[in-house]
């Protein structure tokens, strides 16, 4: 029988939650499918997890390649999958076992390219638990996809591949894959995949729950080219803003606040992360260059507009002024302030 759905999952060094993933896939009530585990490199020992599964399920595929990064590996995965449909699944986190039979139906009997389907978002840092959901829309037309992408794309701040569901013959005839940068490829890779649709489903179903983890997750590492990524994923967003010569006052708000909040954490984060091995001199260089940008001053000058905190205020002064020393001595000041609170309450 040929595969229906090819079920890709990039593996990097997520030792301990392989087997509650592939044991999450393999509870699906939907059988015809593969699973498509490609090791990125990994140094803990998730690649011989993934072999074992392999030995053990003949519709578990392992492929592995040199540490790339997951868009890379979900490429790869794209190449060797035989299945219809593509699905993307991080292995960290789980989707309700009706998942693939539920997009399958619906994607066969609607004769679309892709689903888009509601998620929870889970804070486990916070406890907290937070519904992504969509109303009921069926795409015909690029154009029915400009007239709601707004309210649907950006206001939902809906970028993830794992909540949509593809036809393989559209992302091969478009040639759509994934960039390689270390951080926010799913959305790049959407951004170009709204530019060809012409016939998708939104569904109100919630079939993903999504984890923020506390450690481990792109929030928490040093990337040194982050403020490079932050400029990729404006460009196309502003490629896709062009192609449809869209025009929309929230959509300007968004791109701004947006690339604000970036710039903030490659200044307060990324320059102040222990694993920052750059020397001062280098880190007084990268924030020239940051706030020496375009993009940069104008992100700023509509934050402006904005009342900020006290908080706020003390750190735009700091970038502004680029003084790292400002910056170290405001972020251990307010992580202390932060620590003492918590011991309070």
Not at 155 to 168: D, Q
Not at 296 to 316: G, I, V
Request: a neutral charge.
């Amino acid at each position: 029988m040929d595969i229906c759905v090819s079920v890709i999952v990039p593996i990097y060094n997520v030792k301990k939650y392989i087997n509650r993933g592939i044991e999450n896939l393999l509870a699906q009530t939907y059988e015809n499918f593969e699973i498509i585990l490609v090791d990125d490199g990994s140094t803990d020992g998730s690649l011989e997890i993934c072999t074992e599964w392999a030995s053990k399920d003949d519709r578990i595929l392992t492929l592995h390649q040199k540490n790339q990064g997951s868009g890379s590996a979900r490429n790869s995965g794209i190449e060797a999958a035989r299945g219809k449909y593509i699905y993307f699944f991080d292995v960290d986190d789980e989707i309700d076992e009706n998942l693939l039979s539920y997009n399958v139906e619906v994607i066969e009997q609607q004769k679309v390219d892709m689903i888009i389907f509601g998620y929870t978002n889970v804070e486990q840092k916070y406890n907290s638990e937070t519904v992504v959901s969509f109303p009921e829309i069926k795409i015909n037309s690029n154009d029915d996809l400009k007239r709601v992408y707004v309210d649907l794309c950006v206001l939902k701040v809906n970028g993830f591949a794992w909540n949509k569901f593809y036809r393989k013959s559209f992302l091969d005839n478009n040639n759509l894959r994934f960039e390689n940068q270390r951080i926010q490829q799913d959305e790049v890779f959407n951004l170009k995949v709204y530019k060809y649709l012409e016939k998708g489903v939104v569904s109100s179903k919630i079939l993903y729950t999504y984890y923020v983890y506390d450690k481990g997750n792109t929030r928490s590492r040093f990337i040194p080219d982050r403020f490079d990524i932050c400029k990729s994923v404006r460009e196309h967003f502003e490629n896709l803003r062009t192609f449809w010569n869209l025009k929309d006052s929230r959509f300007e708000s968004y791109l701004n606040k947006r690339f604000y909040n970036g710039v903030m954490s490659c200044l307060l984060f990324n320059l102040t992360h222990p694993q920052c091995q750059w020397t001062k001199k280098q880190k007084q260089w990268e924030m020239k260059r940051i706030m020496g940008d375009r993009l940069t001053k104008l992100a700023f000058d509509y934050a402006e507009k904005e009342e900020p905190s006290f908080e706020q205020k003390l750190y735009r002064k700091a970038c502004r002024d680029e003084s790292l020393l400002e910056i170290i001595v405001y972020t251990r000041l307010f992580r202390l302030f932060r620590y003492l609170y918590r011991k309070i309450i």
